[in-house]
């Protein structure tokens, strides 16, 4: 693993679903198992190319989610690598049967990506935001789940995943990222990047919290706090050798995740805190609620997804140390 921190944390040019088509394309260019399946979302997730290049490897099932899992797992079983995508409850909530048993259980080797997370979704609303898709998925037993934050670490992420074997779940922002990394930055499945050192706190984050999490560390550090930033890219398996070390490091820990608390990054870390190294823990993310409509700069301050809430935490789990 070689991460290399933006100079610039600024918007890519380019956005995530464009970076996740081409990335396929190389790989389809060079393997002929690489399979394409979508649930009409195709135009959604700029998977026209692929289709123009490669029609004989792209379905198209329509508004059949839990068809296109079976379809998928299908292709697996013949040898194929499918990558299957759907907006993120789509491809979680509305079919995790058939990704349980077609795909987890059949022990098959199947790709499925989530896209719009959490607040990303904005104006598609309630019924497209999903909050819960990583919890769901983290009930498959040796499932991976990967949240890339930007698109060097997508591309990264999806090369490494088409060799390996397994069932995989990669949550996936579609329009522009924050770049987090430099090119040629590389990254280790199952381990967390830290991206600053700290010796307060550690804010564990993933997705877009991550940007939120750098800018809050910057701004305590002129409240003369010092808050080490871990990237927790991948929810299953969790880095817990990382976790542990900053535990005992810092003596704080505060998760930041676009997703509910219950059963997603906080969960998880929890979990590794309280049967290995017990330190005082807050939580940054949605407390057990549903979407809404609206624009995205809103949902994150309606549900308290910002560099101050982060701030917020540090300085309370702080204060319990």
Do not use: W
């Amino acid at each position: 693993m070689s991460a290399i921190l933006a100079k610039n944390r600024i918007r890519e040019d380019k956005e995530m679903r464009n970076a996740y088509c081409e990335t396929l394309m190389e790989l389809a260019e060079k393997d002929e198992r690489i399979v394409v399946l979508d649930a009409d979302l195709m135009s959604s997730m700029g998977m026209k190319p692929f289709l123009k290049a490669y029609p004989e490897r792209t379905f198209n099932v329509g508004i059949q989610e839990a068809n296109m899992i079976g379809v998928a797992a299908g292709l697996s079983a013949t040898g194929k690598i499918p990558f299957a995508h759907s907006f993120g409850p789509f491809a979680t909530r509305r079919c995790f049967d058939q990704i349980f048993l077609s795909c987890g259980y059949s022990r098959l080797n199947v790709r499925i990506t989530g896209s719009d997370p959490g607040v990303t979704a904005s104006y598609n609303g309630g019924t497209h935001m999903p909050f819960e898709d990583m919890g769901i998925m983290r009930n498959i037993p040796d499932i991976t789940i990967l949240e890339p934050v930007d698109s060097v670490m997508l591309r990264d992420l999806i090369k490494q995943t088409a060799n390996l074997y397994g069932v995989f779940y990669t949550r996936l922002l579609r329009k522009n990222a924050v770049k987090i990394y430099e090119e040629g930055s590389t990254f280790e499945i199952g381990k967390g990047v830290q991206l600053r050192d700290g010796k307060d706190v550690t804010i564990i984050a993933t997705g877009i919290m991550v940007d939120e999490a750098l800018k809050a560390a910057e701004a305590l550090e002129v409240d003369g706090i010092s808050a080490r930033v871990l990237n927790m890219f991948t929810l299953k398996p969790i880095d817990k050798e990382t976790i542990i070390k900053s535990a005992e490091e810092t003596g704080a820990i505060v998760t930041a995740e676009n997703h509910n608390v219950i059963n997603g990054l906080g969960s998880a870390v929890a979990e590794v805190l309280v049967e290995n190294r017990p330190v005082p823990m807050e939580r940054v993310g949605v407390f057990d609620r549903f979407g809404e409509v609206g624009p995205e700069s809103y949902l994150r301050e309606r549900f308290n997804l910002t560099a101050s809430d982060i701030m917020e935490k540090v300085k309370k789990v702080i204060a319990r140390k």
